[in-house]
Nanobody, 117 residues
Framework: QVQLVESGGGLVQAGGSLRLSCAAS????????MGWYRQAPGKQRELVAL???????NYADSVEGRFTIARDNAKNTVYLQMNSLKPEDTAVYYC???????????WGQGTQVTVSS
């Protein structure tokens, strides 16, 4: 019943910026956590950032100070502003939502972020 549609990925040089967006639709309950994960080739998927419906944020140490997660609850949309990008940020970035105390997590299709040296 839930669909996540991501956009904003692309190719940038090191030091550049991108903003990812993810719009959730379907049976979205107000109490939820949305987040961004990423998966590089040959690596496991890892958490990048989370944000609760109340705006509490959590970042991976590797992106702290460079990335900012935000959300618009009225639009059921989560954003990831990525600044000072590094080649090691290259990965497929996935949007995620989990309704608290209700069922499974849902994932977007992923959007490719490539950072060149």
């Amino acid at each position: 019943q839930v669909q996540l549609v991501e956009s904003g990925g692309g190719l940038v040089q090191a030091g550049g910026s991108l903003r990812l967006s993810c719009a959730a639709s379907g049976s979205i309950f107000s109490r939820n956590v949305m987040g961004w994960y990423r998966q590089a080739p040959g690596k496991q998927r890892e958490l990048v950032a989370l944000i609760t419906d109340g705006g509490i944020k959590n970042y991976a140490d590797s992106v702290e100070g460079r990335f900012t997660i935000a959300r618009d609850n009225a639009k059921n949309t989560v954003y990831l502003q990525m600044n000072s990008l590094k080649p090691e940020d290259t990965a497929v970035y996935y949007c995620n939502i989990h309704m608290i105390n209700r069922g499974p997590q849902y994932w977007g299709q992923g959007t490719q972020v490539t950072v060149s040296s």
